[in-house]
């Protein structure tokens, strides 16, 4: 059989633990189109402030259009172990797919004991529920680019130096570890994935491209930190979500780490000429000093993906963020 994203129509169940958010309502849509069942456990947390969020819940009721009967709806948290359990052995998945977490490396080093509970406790929360059932053939775990710190060479694959610099790094790292322990120990198949940069339409978490997109919208000052000069593997949300498809079906992904991202390193001052040929003016940008906290990243080696379970991702920086622009654009005719 060959495997793609799009493969076979199927009744299995899909559990995605933080399916509610960016990545996992793209990973539901997906799976729904190719007949799988899902059901999402959600807590629902907002991370960005709602007093700012423009459009945050039109945004996030977005995510679900046309499909919001087809999904089933827990809403639930990670670190409440005993409805968690609940959830799982009425739903019997035959795949979980974790990504609920707290999501974002600067709430987490100001926040290190949600970070604790979110990233480590909900993962041994599940973790602990898979041990003790039969029906759960793969376990995604969703780790982060954060865990290698600053990059010691580029492109970094998956055997580079763990080194994170963040509370949030250390804390998915600890979740892969947890992951990788549970697995020997209770054969619990698993796959973890380290994506980068996700960006696309229907994130509500200000990260840099919706950011730099609606300041410009706005005609508000872009912050560039050192003249915009670090890099990130900026990558699409659509080809994450069907990275993480193959993942968590492909036979040859089991007990396997990927990287899962566009594969290449873009400066945030690219970001920042895409973004002005899309406006078509010039952009105010503001000069501030480097942010040394925040690891120097690039580009992430994708080739272990690729050959394994041909992850292929389709959209450049150029072409990925002219549909988020476009999508962007109608709120702010
Ligand atoms: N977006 C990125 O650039 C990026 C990069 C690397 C890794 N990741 C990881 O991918 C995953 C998804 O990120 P996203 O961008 O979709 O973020 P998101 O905030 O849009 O989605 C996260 C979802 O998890 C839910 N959640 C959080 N804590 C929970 C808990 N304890 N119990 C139940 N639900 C909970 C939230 O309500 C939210 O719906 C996260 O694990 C994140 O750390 C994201």
Redesign the pocket.
């Known amino acids: 059989m060959q495997f793609s994203a799009n493969f076979m129509p199927n009744q299995e169940t899909v559990f995605i ?9 793209y990973i539901t849509r997906k799976l729904l189109q190719q007949g799988y069942k899902v059901v999402v ?7 960005s402030n709602p007093i700012d969020g423009f459009n945050t819940e039109a945004q996030i009721q977005r995510r679900f259009d046309g499909i919001k009967d087809k999904v089933v709806f827990v809403r ?5 172990k005993s409805f968690l359990q609940k959830a799982v052995l009425q739903h019997k998945p035959s795949v979980i797919i ?7 490396a600067d709430i987490g080093d100001k926040n290190p004991d949600e970070a604790n ?3 480590i406790e ?1 993962t041994i929360n599940i973790l602990n529920i898979m041990k003790d059932v039969d029906f759960v053939k793969r376990f995604v775990y ?5 865990v290698y710190g600053d990059f010691e060479y580029s492109p970094a694959d998956e055997e580079h130096p763990k080194k994170p610099k963040s509370i ?1 790094g250390a804390t ?1 790292f600890a979740g892969e570890i947890l992951t990788e322990a549970y697995g020997r120990r209770y054969k619990i198949p698993y796959t973890i994935i ?6 696309g339409p ?4 200000r ?1 840099v491209v919706q950011m730099f997109l609606e300041n410009a919208f706005v005609d508000k000052p872009i912050k560039l930190h050192n003249g915009g000069t670090s890099k990130l593997d900026f ?1 699409f ?1 659509e080809d ?1 979500a069907d990275g993480f498809i193959l993942a968590a079906f492909h036979p040859k992904a089991e007990g396997q780490i990927f990287n899962i991202t566009r594969g290449e390193g873009r400066q945030l001052k690219e970001l920042v000429d895409i973004i002005q040929k899309l406006v078509g003016h010039p952009l105010k940008v503001e000069i501030t000093p480097p942010d040394f906290h925040r690891p120097e990243r690039g580009a992430l080696s994708i080739e272990k993906a690729r050959k394994l379970i041909g992850y292929n991702p389709q959209y450049s920086l150029e072409q990925g963020v002219e549909k988020y622009y476009k999508f962007l654009k109608q709120f702010y005719a």
């Open positions: 633990t933080g399916g509610a958010g960016f990545l996992g309502s456990y959600d807590a629902f947390v907002q991370y639930g948290d990670t670190t409440h974790h990504l609920a977490a707290l999501p974002i509970s979110s990233i909900g969703t780790s982060s680019s954060m949030y998915k380290r994506p980068s940069a996700i960006y229907g994130d509500v978490n990260r990558s949300v994450v």
